[in-house]
């Protein structure tokens, strides 16, 4: 298909259809260049995008240097503490001015000519540029062009377009339906990064759906288990599912950390899983989290940052202290990338049409699928209409039982 094709309704008919009629996407949304550039214009460079985490950026003069779609963007807090986000380019010549993060104190600098930025993007100072003046120049027209930034708990969104609703109309009912683990206060405990040969949906369709867990993560399966998952999907860009209660019949590995204080008797047994459309995957548990963010790179290359976060509420830990959860985490995740590398391959050796989807286990790929459209064809995001959660039937339930411990937002009338 054409560039054009893909802004049109007409290769999403399968996407469209009803759930039960429904189809996963087209091989070349997968594998075509020419389907990754449209995606990273359309998607990423207009969307609310995770680039990091809140607590990377807490002190006035750090500078985090991140991707966003194909654009490079500046991120750091001005000397009042706003949080301050710039493209990565000289307003005199363009020249990149970061490679990566950095402490600059308080002056943005472009290597090259030695223009000089406050950390609210004005100019500062543009060295002997006025040795021959020119007419009308005024510093003040010529600052960092700006972009949005914001935070969410301890997550770091960043959005290139103007007209994308703001970042609270993205998030829809998830602040409210996770308010209770204060996520704003949780702090980093570990990091890991490494690059899945694999394209970035993929690894976010394999998180939304737990159809595979029997077989690819038997041991997942002793504390995640089919039975005691249920929907967890309101209002807004994610798909989300919880499992209660996290099991420890047979492995404990989930529970050896101290639980978080004052979680409410939902929260304190349950793991909430939430893919924040397009690249995080947030697995929330009683007394930790694993955050995924995935970086496109190529249509069959992903950049993954992995990052551990504990409540405030825990001790300062060892390496040591986290050797069972990390393992626990890191062999699950390990079976996840080998599968979604599988399926790479798969649908590039094999370019096979798209297939019907389990309408018992992958709804949230349908609601995935129908977001990535809804963004691929708009012209402008000013109109995105979130999608709506789940109404409590026993027909939006699809399969599953009545969750024994709902969250305090679905028990709210």
Not at 41 to 48: K, Q
Request: hydrophobic fraction near 35%.
């Amino acid at each position: 298909m054409s560039l054009a094709d893909w802004t049109t309704q007409a290769p999403w008919t399968g996407t469209r259809a009803s759930l039960r009629e429904s189809t996963g996407l087209d091989p070349a949304a997968y594998i075509d260049p020419d389907f990754f550039d449209l995606e990273q214009a359309r998607v990423f460079e207009r969307g609310w995008v995770v680039v990091g985490t809140a607590p990377e950026v807490v002190e006035s003069g750090r500078l985090l240097v991140r991707r966003v779609g194909q654009r490079s963007v500046l991120i750091t807090r001005d000397t009042d503490g706003a949080l301050r986000g710039f493209l990565n380019a000289c307003r005199h010549r363009g020249t990149e001015i970061a490679e990566g993060d950095c402490t600059i104190g308080g002056t943005i600098r472009c290597p090259y000519h030695r223009w000089g930025y406050g950390l609210d993007g004005t100019l500062t100072a543009a060295p002997m540029f006025e040795d021959v003046p020119r007419t009308e120049f005024d510093k003040h027209d010529h600052g960092l062009v700006p972009v949005r930034v914001e935070t969410w708990g301890v997550l770091l969104f960043a959005c290139l377009d103007p007209d994308t609703p703001a970042l609270l109309d993205w998030l829809g009912d998830l602040p409210q339906r996770m308010e209770g683990y204060r996520l704003d206060e949780w702090r980093i405990q570990e990091e890991a990064s490494l690059e899945i040969e694999a394209n970035w949906k993929l690894i976010s369709e394999n998180y939304q759906e737990y159809y595979h867990v029997p077989w690819v993560h038997p041991e997942l399966a002793k504390v995640s288990r089919v039975k005691d998952h249920y929907r967890y999907q309101g209002a807004g860009m994610y798909c989300g599912q919880t499992t209660t209660p996290v099991s420890g019949d047979d492995r404990d590995d989930w529970l050896v950390l101290p639980p978080a204080d004052g979680l409410d008797p939902s929260d304190a047994v349950s793991g909430r899983f939430v893919a924040l459309f397009p690249n995080v995957l947030l697995s929330l548990l009683p007394n930790h989290a694993f955050v995924i963010r995935l970086d496109p790179v190529n249509p069959g290359l992903t950049a993954e940052q992995c990052t551990f976060l504990v409540p405030p509420s825990t001790p300062e830990m060892t390496t040591d202290d986290m050797t069972a959860t990390r393992e626990f985490w890191f062999d699950v995740n390990n079976e996840d990338v080998d599968i979604c590398q599988r399926s790479q391959r798969g649908l590039t050796r094999g370019r096979v049409g798209a297939g019907p989807l389990a309408p018992r286990f992958e709804e949230p790929l349908h609601r995935f699928h129908n977001m990535l459209a809804d963004c691929m064809t708009a012209d402008s995001l000013s109109s995105l209409a979130v999608p709506q959660g789940d109404d409590g039937s026993s027909e939006s339930r699809l399969g599953t039982s009545i969750n024994p411990n709902p969250p305090t937002i679905e028990m709210e009338p």
